[in-house]
C-alpha cells in the first residue's frame, strides 16, 4: 500500500474526487507525452542538425541513441527510487532536470555538447516516466477506472512518438532545430507548477531502503557499449577484433548486472519479479515491437524527405494519418478488451502492424507518398494503437503498490531499450546493404545512390516485419487465460483523445 509522507497528506485515494484524480491524470500524461515525443522529435531535424553542427554521418544517430540508451538505462534506478522517496518528489526533480537539458541543447554549440545534453534529457526522462506511470497506477485503485486511464496514458505515450516527427517538421522549417528542444521549456515550468498544486505525494511501505548504483552503472553501460559495438560493425566488420572483443565486453557488463542484481541487498530489478508470467511476456513483447517501430519511424521520415524530396515541414505533416491511426487503435482497443480479451486484441492489433510493416518492404525508388508509403504506415500505426493499450495493462498489473515503481520502469526500460536497439541492429544492416551495392562504384550516379539507398530501406524494413512477427508468436504461443486472471479489462469506456 502506498504510504503518504507527512508533509505531503493528501486525501486517501478512496476520498479523492474523481475529478481531482483526472486532472493528476492530465498533469502526469503532459510530461509522458514531452517525455516520449521528445524520442523521435529530431527525427526530422536529422538533416539540419548534422549541417549545424557538423555532425558525421556515423555519429548522427547518437544523436538519438544518447537519449534513449541513458533513459533506457536508468528508469530501473528512476523506477525505484520513487518507490523509496516519494513519486511526486521524483517526478518533478525529473521535469526540471529534463527541462534544463534541453535548454542547454538548444544552446549546444558542438556535437560533443548536443550528445551530452541529450544523455543528461534521457536521464531526465528516467526519473519522469516511471514516477509518472506509478502515481497514475496508485491514483486509480479501482481496477475499471485504472482501465480508462491506461487507455489514455498509451493513447498519448503512444502517439507523443509520432506527433514528434510533426512538430520537429514544424519547428524546424518554422523557427530553426534549436527550437525542438527550446519548446520543453515553458512546458516543464507549466507541469513542474501544476505537480506541485495537484499531484499527490505517495511512496512504498518498504522495511529496507537503498540503491542500486552499480546496478544502474552496470546495465547502462553494458546497453551502451552494445549499441556502439553494433554502429561501429558497420565499417569495422562483423567478423573484426574490434567489434568481437567490444561485444564481448557489452555482454561481461550485461552479465554482471544480472549477478548484481541477485547478489544486492537493495536490487535495481528483483528477478524474481519476471516470475508474473503476465508482466513478463508484456515487457519482451514491448522490447521486439518497439525495435521494429523506432527503425521504422526512422527510415519512415529519410524516405519522405531523400526519396520523396519533402521538406521538413511537408515531410512533418505527412505523419499526421500516422498519429491519427494510433489514436484510432487505442480507442478501438478500450472496446475490444472487454468484448475479446487481451490476447485476441494484441494479436489483431500485431497483425495490422506486421502486414503494414511487411508493405514498406515492396517501397519503390519511384513511389509516391499514398501507395506506397502510407498504406503501409497507416495499417501499422492503427495496429500499435491497437496493441499498447493491452500491453501496458499486463505490464503494470498482477505487481504489489510496493513494486509498481519497478514494474512500470521495467515497461519503460523495455520500450526505451527496444528503440536504441533496434535502431542499431537496424541501421547497420541498412547501410552494410547500401555500402555492398555501392561498392566498385566510387563515383555512382544519383540514381544508382538512391537505388542503393532504398535497399537499404528494404533490409530495415523486411527486419521490423520479423521483430512484429516474432512479437505475435511470442503472445499466441506464451499467453495462456490464467495468465490473465489479475487483469480486469470489463467493459471499459472507450476514451476520446483529441491531438
Known sequence: MAVFTPEQQPAAPAERSPANRWIVLVVVCFAQFMVVLDATIVNVALPSIQRGLHFSEANLQWVINAYTLVFGGFLLLGGRAGDLIGRKRLFVAGVILFSLASMFNGL???????????????????????????????????????????????????????????????????????????????????????????????????????????????????????????????????????????????IALLAGFIAIESRSRFPLMRLAIFKVRSLAIADATLLLVVSGMFAMFFFATLSVQDILGYSPLKAGFAFLPVTAGIMIGAGLSQQMLGRVGIRATSLTGLIFATAGMAWLIRLPVHGSYLPDLLAGLFPLAFGMGLVF????????????????????????????????????????????????????????????????????????????????????????????????????????APVAVGA
Open 108 to 250: 549546444a554549440s558542438s556535437s560533443a555538447m548536443l550528445i551530452g545534453g541529450r544523455a543528461l534529457q534521457g536521464l531526465g526522462a528516467a526519473l519522469v516516466s516511471p514516477a509518472a506511470l506509478s502515481i497514475l497506477t496508485t491514483t486509480f485503485p479501482n481496477s475499471r477506472e485504472r482501465t480508462r486511464a491506461l487507455g489514455v496514458w498509451s493513447a498519448i505515450a503512444v502517439s507523443g512518438s509520432a506527433f514528434g516527427l510533426i512538430l520537429g517538421g514544424v519547428l524546424t522549417d518554422a523557427l530553426s532545430w534549436r527550437w525542438i528542444f527550446f519548446v520543453n521549456v515553458p512546458v516543464g515550468i507549466l507541469t513542474v507548477i501544476a505537480a506541485m498544486r495537484i499531484v499527490p505525494e505517495s511512496r512504498a511501505a518498504l522495511a529496507q531502503r537503498g540503491f542500486d548504483i552499480a546496478g544502474a552503472i552496470a546495465v547502462t553501460g553494458g546497453l551502451a557499449l552494445l549499441v556502439y559495438t553494433i554502429v561501429g560493425a558497420q565499417s569495422a566488420g562483423w567478423g573484426s577484433a574490434r567489434t568481437i572483443g567490444l561485444g564481448a565486453a557489452a
Open 389 to 492: 493499450v493491452p500491453i501496458t495493462l499486463l505490464g503494470t498489473s498482477g505487481v504489489s503498490h510496493e513494486d509498481a515503481g519497478l514494474a512500470s520502469g521495467l515497461f519503460n526500460t523495455a520500450q526505451q531499450v527496444g528503440g536504441a536497439l533496434g535502431l542499431a541492429i537496424l541501421s547497420t544492416l541498412a547501410a552494410d546493404r547500401t555500402s555492398t551495392l555501392l561498392a566498385g562504384h566510387p563515383h555512382a550516379g544519383s540514381a544508382l545512390a538512391q537505388s542503393a539507398t532504398v535497399s537499404g530501406f528494404h533490409v530495415a524494413f523486411l527486419g521490423g516485419t520479423i521483430l512484429m512477427a516474432a512479437a505475435a508468436l511470442l503472445i499466441a504461443t506464451l499467453l495462456r487465460r490464467h495468465h490473465l486472471a489479475h487483469v480486469d479489462v470489463s467493459a471499459p
